[in-house]
C-alpha cells in the first residue's frame, strides 16, 4: 500500500513559457529512456498577466490549449525574465550562518521590495581570483500569485515556476570557464553570464529590435553595446575567464545575430556558438533528432529528468496529506491515549505556577508604578525638547538640495541617504526612466555646494533602481 502511495514520475508534461505577449508552449512525453515531443505550438497574448483580471488571462490560455487539441494538465511554466531583480553580493569569509543572515540583510536594502513580497533565489559561486560571490534572483510574489490564478483558471495545475534562459543554458560545471548566454525573446534579449559553476549576471536587453510594419530587424550593434556595458561592471577575473557567446534560437534572427556578433567577439578570444537545437546528451535522455531549442522544452525536459537549476519561484504549498501525517503519524497515535492525563496535569500545574508569579509581579508594579510614571514623564519631556540637529545645517543644506532636485510627479523617489564623513553623500532610490533621474543630477550639479556628481549603479526595469553620490563642500567648483 505503501509502494502505491509513492509519487510516481510523470510520463507527460506541459511547457509554458510567457514573454511580452506571447505564448510559446511544448507538450513531452517520456517513453523507454527518451523524451517525445507531441506537440509545440505559439499563440499571441491578447491580454496582459499583470494588469487584466487572471480569470480572463486563464479563459484565454485554455481557448488557445483546446485550439490545439492539448489535454496535458501539469505544466512547467517560463516566468518573463522582465519580472526577475538581480543583486550581487561579494561576501566576505563567514559562517554559514551569518552568511544567510547577511545575504537576507543584503536583499532588504537592496530590493524596493518587503522581504514577504518576493520569493529569492540565490547562487553562490567562487571567482577564478578566489573571491566569493552571491546572486540573488527575486520576483514579486504578486506577479506569480497572479500567474497562479491565471494557470488555475486555465484548468493547469504548475510543477515548477523558472527563468526560461536558466533552463536553455543550464550549470556549467566550474572548470568549463565563463559562459555568456544570449536568448532572443519577442521585444527583447535575455543575457546570462554563467562563471565559476554561478551566476554573474542576469539581465533583459532592451532595445534589440527596431519594428519597420510587421517585420522585426535586429539592432546587433544595440545588443553587442549591451554586453559590453555588462562586461564592464564584471571584476576583471571573471571577464578574463569568458570564453564562449552562446545564441539560443532556431530562426533567422537567432542566425543572424550569431554570424554577425563572431566579428566583433571572436577578436577578443570569446567564440561564438549558435545552439539551433538540442545536443544528443543535453537532458541524459534522447531526443528527437535536430530538436529546436526552446525555453518551454528546456524547463519541462529538466524536470522531467530530474535536473535541477536551484531557481525555483513557485511558492511552496503543503498538502493536506503531509499536513495529517506530521501531525498524526502512527507512533503518536499509538502514546496519545496514555499521555493525556499526564498532558492535563502539566497544564493545570503551569497555570498554577503562573497565577502565583502574576500576583507576585502585580504587587512588586504597584509599589514601583509612581515613580516609573515620574521617570517616563520626564523621560517625554527630554524627547521633546531635546535638539535632533547638530551644531551646523549642513544636513538640512543637503537634504533641501536633495528635496528641490527631485521631480514633483515622483518619478524619482529616494529609499536611503548617507552622509558619511568627510561630506561624501550616498543616495539609493528608484526611477521610472533614466531621463528623469539624469535630469535630477544635472539639477545637482547645478549646485556650488556640490561636486563630483556620479552614478554607482542602475539596474531593473520600470522601476529601475539607482545608486548616486557626490560631495557636498561650503562652495566653489562643481561638474559641467
Known amino acids: 500500500m505503501m509502494n502505491l502511495l509513492k509519487k510516481q514520475p510523470a510520463s507527460s508534461l506541459l511547457g509554458l513559457a510567457f514573454d511580452a505577449g506571447r505564448l510559446e508552449g511544448v507538450v513531452l512525453r517520456r517513453t523507454n529512456g527518451s523524451l517525445e515531443v507531441q506537440k509545440t505550438f505559439s499563440a499571441p497574448l491578447s491580454i496582459d498577466l499583470l494588469t487584466h483580471d487572471p480569470e480572463l488571462v486563464g479563459r484565454e490560455i485554455l481557448n488557445h490549449l483546446e485550439a490545439e487539441g492539448i489535454r496535458e494538465r501539469r505544466c512547467a511554466v517560463c516566468v518573463p525574465l522582465s519580472w526577475a531583480l538581480t543583486l550581487q553580493t561579494k561576501l566576505p569569509e563567514l559562517s554559514e550562518a551569518d552568511l544567510s543572515s547577511l545575504l537576507q540583510l543584503e536583499a532588504e536594502r537592496g530590493f524596493h521590495y518587503g522581504a514577504d513580497a518576493l520569493l529569492i533565489a540565490t547562487s553562490r559561486y567562487r571567482s577564478p581570483g578566489g573571491d566569493a560571490y552571491a546572486m540573488q534572483l527575486a520576483i514579486p510574489r504578486d506577479h506569480l500569485t497572479r500567474l497562479e490564478q491565471a494557470l488555475k483558471a486555465a484548468r493547469l495545475k504548475p510543477v515548477t ?12 560545471p566550474e ?24 551566476l554573474a549576471a542576469l539581465r533583459t536587453l532592451e532595445g534589440a529590435f527596431e519594428t519597420e510594419g510587421s517585420a522585426k530587424r535586429l539592432q546587433t550593434d544595440q545588443v553587442a553595446r549591451e554586453i559590453r556595458i555588462t562586461l564592464g561592471q564584471l571584476p576583471p577575473d571573471e571577464r578574463a575567464a569568458l570564453r564562449r557567446l552562446r545564441i539560443f534560437g532556431g530562426d533567422d534572427l537567432s542566425r543572424q545575430l550569431a554570424e554577425e556578433m563572431r566579428s566583433r567577439m571572436e577578436p577578443a578570444g570569446i567564440q561564438v556558438e549558435w545552439v539551433r537545437s538540442y545536443p544528443a546528451n543535453e537532458f541524459q535522455v534522447k531526443l528527437p533528432t535536430d530538436t529546436v531549442v526552446s525555453p518551454a522544452l528546456s524547463l519541462a525536459a529538466r524536470h522531467m529528468v530530474g535536473q535541477s537549476q536551484g531557481f525555483e519561484f513557485l511558492p511552496p504549498k503543503i498538502s493536506l496529506w503531509k499536513q495529517f501525517s506530521g501531525r498524526y503519524s502512527s507512533k503518536k497515535l499509538v502514546y496519545a491515549g496514555a499521555t493525556a492525563g499526564s498532558v492535563v496535569l502539566v497544564v493545570v500545574l503551569a497555570f498554577l505556577v503562573q497565577q502565583i508569579q502574576l500576583m507576585s509581579l502585580n504587587s512588586q508594579w504597584h509599589k514601583m508604578e509612581p515613580k516609573v510614571k515620574e521617570l517616563n514623564d520626564l523621560q517625554a519631556q527630554i524627547q521633546k ?9 549642513r544636513c538640512l543644506n543637503i537634504m533641501r538640495e536633495l528635496t528641490q532636485a527631485f521631480p514633483e510627479d515622483g518619478s524619482v523617489t529616494a529609499k536611503t541617504i548617507e552622509i558619511r564623513d568627510p561630506s561624501i553623500v550616498t543616495c539609493s532610490g528608484t526611477t521610472r526612466d533614466r531621463p528623469a533621474l539624469l535630469k535630477a543630477l544635472d539639477h545637482l550639479r547645478s549646485v556650488n555646494q556640490i561636486d563630483s556628481v556620479k552614478i554607482d549603479r542602475v539596474s531593473g526595469k520600470s522601476p529601475m533602481q539607482f545608486t548616486f553620490s557626490f560631495h557636498w563642500g561650503e562652495g566653489g567648483s562643481h561638474e559641467n
Request: aromatic share 8%; charged share 5%; net charge negative.
Open 385 to 393: 525638547y531635546r535638539p535632533w540637529f547638530g551644531g551646523s545645517l
Open 161 to 172: 515556476f523558472s527563468l526560461g534562459i536558466i533552463a536553455l543554458q543550464g550549470n556549467e
Open 175 to 198: 572548470t568549463s570557464g565563463g559562459v555568456i548566454a544570449l536568448a532572443l525573446g519577442e521585444n527583447s534579449v535575455g543575457l546570462q553570464i554563467s562563471c565559476a559553476g554561478g
